[in-house]
């Protein structure tokens, strides 16, 4: 292979630097930062690819599919299912995930409503017209969980048709958690006779299996498939997520294809084969109870936030189980500086491991003498 020219190794030096300075003030996206795959770099010598189903057998052998299959065993027990009755595979982010669930319950109800909120992710309003599977939007509470009497008075107009909930376990915007024990009660209530739950628990997937007294969030709650993505709890340099279903419903969207000699299950189809060996490497570092300290401590950060922006006048809160601190929006500035997400009247930070007391002490201290003044 030809050498690395100067002036192009030094494009790449000064990319490399930029970012450092760029990631290390990024305080307001759900991407933790604290990840070493170094032992991983010397399989990206290889053309890998996960193309098909990680379950089944493909001709493209030079794939991680077993490593893959150990990731989905992981997550089918952090959702509290059985992994024989749990099929999945590594997606390239959320949105893929939630394109999956909302997929399989079009193929299983094609006549179906899809309820869901409007602080429910932009990708979801997207994945619905992409598949062009009717839908209405439901009021939120100010915390951003659904607003449980709209739901209710909007299904019961349309209550001979199977209804879809893409529940929020963990809203972008706020952390909010949709209470799937009330969504299940609605059902019952209106004596619903086919419905079906989608959660999207991008980050909110990777902390609940951790605290000690969850909402409702897994299998065991009534879901029917979920999405949780790999890069915001657990970190990686490389976007990825997970989405797990029912074993029975995948044969819905199973096509068999000679060409790979593969299950074509999976939305996409040449599928990188690095981020499922991430994701199960940072099992292998971590162990759950890696984790389950890793999200301890980040709560401890968040409540720390929101009691350093209240000392200082800020009237900072979070939801419960949520490292998501939500406060009133500060000038554009601050906002640029540390790369605080923005909406509307109000901005929030996300206490992932590498946003330290240190550094929310620097942010207050920044919201506070640069409020935001609208003129
Ligand atoms: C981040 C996020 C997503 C989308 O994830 P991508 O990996 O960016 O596709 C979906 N839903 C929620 C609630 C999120 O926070």
Known sequence: MPETPPHTQKRIDDLFDR????????????????FDYSPLYPLLQHSANNVGDPFHDS???????????????????????????????????????????????????????????????????????????????IRSLDNGEVDYDDLRETIRINRHLPVVVMANIGTTMKGAVDNLDKIRDIFDELAISSSYIHADAALSGMILPFVDDPQPYGFDAGIDSIAISGHKMIGSPLPSGVVLTKSDYVGRVARSIEYVGAMDTTLSGSRNAITPLMLWYAFEQHGLEGFRGIVHETLDVAQYAVDKFNENGIPAWRNKNSITVVFPRPADTVV????????????????????????????VADCVANPRTTT
């Open 59 to 137: 001709l493209y052998r030079v794939n991680t599919h077993a490593f893959e299959r150990e990731v989905i065993t992981t997550f089918a027990n952090l959702m509290r299912h059985s992994p024989d009755e749990t099929w999945g595979y590594v997606t390239s982010g959320g949105t893929e995930g939630n394109m999956y669930g909302l997929y399989i319950a079009r193929e299983m109800f094609p006549e179906a409503v899809v309820y869901f909120s409007q602080d429910t992710h932009y990708s979801v309003r997207k994945n619905l017209r992409v598949l062009n599977y009717r839908n209405i939007m």
């Open 336 to 363: 640029n500086k540390w790369q605080m997400a923005p909406y509307e009247n109000f901005a929030h930070i996300i206490t992932v491991p590498n946003v330290t007391r240190d550094k929310i002490d620097a942010a």
């Open 19 to 34: 970012l450092n300075d760029l990631s290390w003030h990024q305080i307001g996206y759900p991407t933790n930062q604290c």
